[in-house]
């Protein structure tokens, strides 16, 4: 099993609680960061513009994505352009749709013709992989984000679909594809595996990051004297 500094995939942490934000950024094997409206409304953000650049005053050397939260594409637009002066390290998240079902490439194209660095979100089939990537700029640094995660909550395995997108990534060499939504540890070795350049991972999955490669035997022991321990401290009697 190989070691995480071993891995060709680059771990982004993901999350909105600004302090473990930080902590994460501190920690040399995180590459990048990303948040997104839902996990700010669950931190308790409520100053959207605030957030953002207190973050940015303390992270200006790795990659940070901030997405844009309207439903209507000439306020996305106009969002994507203010987000994007914040910092050269900014990448602009935009949802592969709004909510009425209509597609984001035309946007997409606009603002990647504008040399605005994006985040592609929500993606999740083929398809809209080979759209995103058809309207991007081969010259500009760019995110496809795949939903792995939410795909694998439908019970299909995501690891062909994510192969299927490295494949179709490669005629734009400057954007990549992130496994995003991971729901276990074993994830980001199986983006590792498939050529996915970038993971996105929450600060609950990375605190099992010491668990890499831990001998099995000695967790197994570890299982059972948890079991034993919460029995005594619960006082269970027959």
Do not use: H
Request: hydrophobic share 45%; net charge negative; with cysteine.
């Amino acid at each position: 099993m190989k070691k995480i500094e071993e891995l060709s995939v680059k771990i982004f942490a993901d999350g909105a609680d600004e302090a473990g934000m930080l902590e994460m950024y501190a920690k040399s094997y995180i590459k990048g960061l990303t948040t997104n409206p839902t996990l700010m409304k669950k931190a308790g953000i409520t100053d959207y513009r605030a957030f953002c650049k207190s973050i940015l005053g303390s992270i200006k050397d790795k990659p940070l994505s901030f997405e844009v939260f309207s439903d209507d594409f000439s306020e996305m637009e106009r969002q994507a352009m203010e987000i994007a002066g914040w910092g050269d390290n900014v990448y602009v998240k935009i949802p592969v749709t709004n909510t009425c079902r209509e597609t984001s490439y035309a946007l997409v194209k606009k603002l990647a013709a504008k040399k605005i660095k994006l985040n592609v979100t929500a993606l999740m089939t083929l398809s809209q992989v080979r759209d995103v990537v058809a309207a991007l700029d081969p010259e500009v640094p760019s995110y496809v984000s795949v939903f792995a995660g939410r795909i694998a909550d439908t019970g299909r395995d995501p690891v062909p679909l994510m192969a299927a997108a490295v494949e179709l990534l490669k005629i734009n060499p400057l954007a990549e594809l992130i496994w995003a939504s991971p729901r276990e540890l074993l994830n980001i070795f199986q983006a590792d595996q498939v050529g996915c350049q970038v993971i996105t991972v929450t600060n609950d999955i990375l605190k099992k990051l010491s668990l890499v490669g831990y001998d099995l035997d000695e967790f197994s022991l570890d299982t059972v004297k948890m079991f034993y321990r919460d029995a005594v401290d619960a006082e269970f009697k027959l």
